[in-house]
């Protein structure tokens, strides 16, 4: 949309609409193309007994969307955290997570709690080490 209009001098200047000359810069997102990674998802906890103690089963599509390589740190409730060495295993569901229970239960955490899963970056918040499972 060019219009055209006088100049003093009797010139004709054309002038460009300044929404036609916008429409070309693209937005920013996606200029710059990166997108959030998700860091940490809220997941149920299961337990299984027969699983060793300090091990737990995470689907390997989790692990990817978390990324989860080696260890886990689990958080229940804002209050206990646990770290466990991470087996893949494509049965078990994309939301659970599943761990031996003995322990947890002693620590007043029941079976099918909702836990914040993310994956193990070291000693935490404050140097605070992790408790482990």
């Given at each position: 949309?060019?219009?055209?209009?006088?100049a003093?001098?009797?010139?004709?200047?054309?002038?460009?609409?300044?929404?036609?000359i916008?429409?070309?810069?693209?937005?920013?997102?996606?200029?710059?193309?990166?997108?959030?990674?998700?860091?940490?998802?809220?997941?149920?906890?299961k337990f299984?007994?027969?699983?060793?103690?300090g091990?737990?089963?995470?689907?390997?599509?989790?692990?990817k969307?978390?990324?989860?390589?080696?260890?886990?740190?689990?958080?229940?409730?804002?209050?206990?955290?646990y770290?466990?060495?991470?087996?893949?295993?494509?049965?078990?569901?994309?939301?659970?997570i599943w761990?031996n229970?003995?322990?947890?239960?002693?620590?007043?955490?029941?079976d099918?709690?909702?836990?914040?899963?993310?994956?193990?970056?070291?000693?935490?918040?404050?140097?605070?080490p992790?408790?482990?499972?």
């Amino acid at each position: 949309m060019v219009s055209e209009q006088e100049a003093p001098s009797g010139e004709r200047k054309k002038k460009r609409d300044i929404r036609a000359i916008l429409q070309m810069i693209p937005p920013a997102s996606q200029l710059f193309g990166e997108e959030k990674k998700v860091k940490e998802r809220r997941i149920r906890m299961k337990f299984h007994d027969e699983l060793k103690e300090g091990v737990a089963k995470i689907n390997p599509q989790l692990a990817k969307e978390l990324g989860i390589q080696d260890k886990v740190e689990v958080v229940v409730a804002h209050r206990h955290r646990y770290v466990f060495s991470v087996a893949l295993d494509e049965e078990v569901p994309v939301n659970e997570i599943w761990v031996n229970g003995e322990k947890l239960r002693e620590d007043g955490v029941a079976d099918n709690s909702i836990v914040t899963v993310r994956a193990y970056r070291g000693a935490g918040v404050g140097g605070a080490p992790a408790g482990q499972a």
